[in-house]
C-alpha cells in the first residue's frame, strides 16, 4: 500500500523530521519580493516558510532538545542587512519552549547559541506513531531577536507559528537486568568438617577497614545558587528629528516663466541655496513617532518680475506627516495681477503623498514625493495654478535621534552539580547552563519574578553537602 501522505495544518506540510516556521511573515514575505532569501542545506523555502528537514530529538530531565539542521541568509539593502544563522535548536523546558540559533548579523556580529524565540511548550503532543508534535504554536521575539532583526521587531512581538514533527527518542532503561538463576544444584553440605575446630580464633580482629563492602557510587549533587541578571539595554528613538534638509523645486514652468522674456524677474535666496532645479534648507528640526511627524526649516524664496508688479515671497516650510498622507506649510506673501501686496500667514500650501517615508537605522527620509497645489495654497499663489494642480516633488533627509533605556537588574536561581567519589557531571551542568541561559533571557524581558533567595541559604546548604560528605568518609571508616 501506499504511505498515507503527510499530515498538513493551516495549510503547512508537517512531514515526519520537520520543522516549518517563517520568523514574521510581513518581514519574510518583503524580503522574497527583493529575491534577499537564500535557503541553505537541508532546508526549502515553502510559501513564507522555511521549512528544515533531518531534525532529531533528544530528552532532556524536564523537556527535550531537538536539533534543526539547515541555515538561511537574508541579505538587503546592499548589504545594511545582512543576517546568517544556522545550528537551530527547539528547546523545551517545562512549559517554556525557545527556539536557538547560531550565526552572524550586521548588527550584532556573532551570534552563539542564543534564544531568538520562545513559545508555549505546553502545546507540545505526540502522535499515534509517536512523534513529538506542534501544530502551529505562537512564537514570540526575544531581546536578541531585537537586536539581530531590528527594533521594530521589540521584545515581545509575535513572531509566526512554528510546526515540528520529529520521533520522539526512544529512552532506555538505565538498568542493567539481573542475571538468571543457576539451574545448577548447590553442592551437599559435607556430612563432616574438613577441619578440625579451634579452640582459638586463627585471625585477631582488626581496626582495618574491609575491603569487601562496595565503595559508594559516583553522584552529580545538585546544588541551587542565585545570580543577579542585569537589565537589558537598548537603543530606543527617543522621537526628535535634527540637521534635517529640505528640497523643493515650488514648480518647474513657473521657475521658467519668471526666467523667461516676459516676466524678466529672477529669485532671491535668504538662508536657502538653489542647485539642479531645486530650493534647499537645511538645519531643520523636528519629530516623528508612531507614523506621525513635523519637520520644520527657515529661510525663504522671493519671486520677482513684471518690474515688480509680480511679488512673492515663500518662507520658513513645514512639513506635517500623518501616515501616508502630509501637508507642506508656508508663510506666504503675495501681490496679486494689480500688484497689491497681501500678507496670508501660514498656508496649507500643498498635500503630499508621504507613504514613501523611510526609517533606515538613525536615518529619515523622504525622496521625490508628490505635491499637489491645495485651495489655500492656489490663493496665496496669486491664482497662478488651480487646486489639485501638481506642483515640484519634495525630497527632505534628517537624523533621527535616541536613547538608551536599560532594565531592571533581577534575580534568577539556577542549578549547579557538584561530583562526589569522581562523578563526571559536565552534561548536567553544560544543560543546566543552557536553562539559565534562557532563565536570564526571560528575567532581562521582565518576566521572571525575583526569587528571593539569601546568600545566608546558600551557606546553609553548603554546611549540608559537607556534612553529608563527612558521613560517607565516616561510614568508609567504619566499615
Known amino acids: 500500500p501506499e504511505p498515507a501522505p503527510d499530515p498538513t495544518t493551516d495549510g503547512v506540510t508537517n512531514a515526519a523530521g520537520t520543522v516549518t516556521w517563517g520568523i514574521k511573515d510581513s518581514f519574510l514575505n518583503y524580503l522574497i519580493a527583493q529575491?534577499?532569501?537564500?535557503?541553505?542545506?537541508?532546508?526549502?523555502?515553502?510559501?513564507?516558510?522555511?521549512?528544515?528537514?533531518?531534525?532529531?530529538?533528544?530528552?532532556?530531565?524536564?523537556?527535550?532538545?531537538?536539533t534543526v539542521p539547515g541555515s538561511f541568509s537574508l541579505v538587503a539593502h546592499g548589504g545594511v542587512l545582512n543576517i546568517n544563522l544556522h545550528s537551530f535548536r527547539v528547546v523545551t523546558d517545562g512549559a517554556n519552549g525557545y527556539i536557538y540559533s547560531t550565526g552572524t548579523s550586521a548588527n550584532t556580529g556573532e551570534i552563539t547559541d542564543q534564544p531568538i524565540a520562545s513559545f508555549d511548550a505546553s502545546a507540545l503532543t505526540t502522535d499515534a506513531e509517536g512523534n513529538l508534535l506542534l501544530s502551529g504554536v505562537t512564537t514570540y521575539a526575544t531581546g536578541h531577536a531585537s537586536t539581530i532583526f531590528g527594533s521594530r521587531y521589540a521584545e515581545g512581538l509575535e513572531f509566526d507559528p512554528l510546526y515540528l514533527r520529529v520521533a520522539a527518542p526512544i529512552v532506555e532503561d538505565a538498568l542493567t537486568p539481573a542475571p538468571a538463576p543457576s539451574e545448577s544444584p548447590a553442592p551437599s553440605p559435607s556430612a563432616e568438617p574438613t577441619v578440625a575446630?579451634?579452640?582459638?580464633?586463627?585471625?585477631?580482629?582488626?581496626?582495618?577497614?574491609?575491603?569487601?563492602?562496595?565503595?559508594?557510587?559516583?553522584?552529580?549533587?545538585?546544588?541551587?545558587?542565585?545570580?543577579?541578571?542585569?537589565?537589558?539595554?537598548?537603543?530606543?528613538?527617543?522621537?526628535?528629528?535634527?540637521?534635517?534638509?529640505?528640497?523643493?523645486?515650488?514648480r518647474s514652468s513657473f521657475r521658467n516663466y519668471i526666467g523667461g522674456g516676459i516676466a524678466q524677474g529672477g529669485w532671491e535666496l535668504t538662508d536657502t541655496t538653489y542647485s539642479s532645479s531645486t530650493f534647499n534648507w537645511a538645519n531643520g528640526s523636528g519629530t516623528y513617532s508612531n507614523g506621525k511627524g513635523s519637520?520644520?526649516?527657515?529661510?525663504?524664496?522671493?519671486?520677482?518680475?513684471?518690474?515688480?508688479?509680480?511679488n512673492t515671497l515663500m518662507s520658513n516650510p513645514r512639513l506635517e506627516v500623518n501616515g501616508s498622507t502630509?501637508?507642506?506649510?508656508?508663510?506666504?506673501?503675495?501681490?496679486?495681477?494689480?500688484?497689491?501686496?497681501?500678507?496670508?500667514?501660514?498656508?496649507?500650501?500643498?498635500?503630499?503623498?508621504?507613504?514613501?517615508?523611510?526609517l533606515n537605522g538613525s536615518t529619515i527620509s523622504l525622496s521625490g514625493a508628490s505635491a499637489t497645489l491645495t485651495e489655500a495654497g492656489a490663493a496665496a499663489f496669486a491664482g497662478f495654478y488651480k487646486a489639485g494642480e501638481a506642483l515640484d516633488p519634495i525630497s527632505f533627509t534628517g537624523t533621527l535621534g535616541s536613547k538608551t533605556v536599560t532594565g531592571a537588574s533581577q534575580t534568577i536561581e539556577k542549578t549547579q552539580y557538584v561530583s562526589q567519589n569522581g562523578a563526571n557531571c559536565d552534561a548536567l551542568n553544560a544543560e543546566a547552563e543552557r536553562k539559565a541561559e534562557a532563565a536570564r533571557v526571560a528575567a532581562q524581558s521582565g518576566k521572571l519574578a525575583n526569587t528571593g533567595a539569601s546568600v545566608g541559604a546558600l551557606v546553609a546548604l553548603g554546611a549540608v553537602l559537607l556534612a553529608a560528605g563527612a558521613v560517607v568518609v565516616a561510614r568508609r571508616r567504619a566499615s
Not at 532569501?37 to 533528544?58: C, H, I, M, R
Not at 508663510?331 to 503630499?352: C, I, K, L, P, R
Request: glycine share 10%; aromatic share 8%.
Open 295 to 310: 519637520i520644520s526649516f527657515t529661510g525663504s524664496v522671493r519671486f520677482t518680475g513684471h518690474k515688480g508688479t509680480l
Open 197 to 250: 575446630p579451634s579452640t582459638q580464633p586463627t585471625v585477631e580482629a582488626t581496626a582495618q577497614p574491609s575491603t569487601n563492602p562496595a565503595d559508594p557510587a559516583p553522584q552529580c549533587v545538585p546544588v541551587t545558587v542565585t545570580e543577579t541578571v542585569p537589565g537589558a539595554t537598548t537603543t530606543q528613538a527617543d522621537g526628535t528629528i535634527s540637521a534635517a534638509t529640505f528640497s523643493w523645486g515650488v
Open 35 to 66: 529575491n534577499a532569501v537564500t535557503p541553505g542545506e537541508s532546508t526549502s523555502l515553502e510559501g513564507n516558510n522555511f521549512v528544515f528537514a533531518g531534525a532529531t530529538a533528544q530528552k532532556t530531565e524536564t523537556g527535550y532538545s531537538i
Open 326 to 358: 502630509g501637508t507642506l506649510y508656508l508663510s506666504v506673501t503675495s501681490n496679486d495681477m494689480n500688484g497689491n501686496a497681501t500678507n496670508y500667514g501660514e498656508v496649507a500650501f500643498a498635500t503630499v503623498n508621504t507613504s514613501s517615508l523611510a
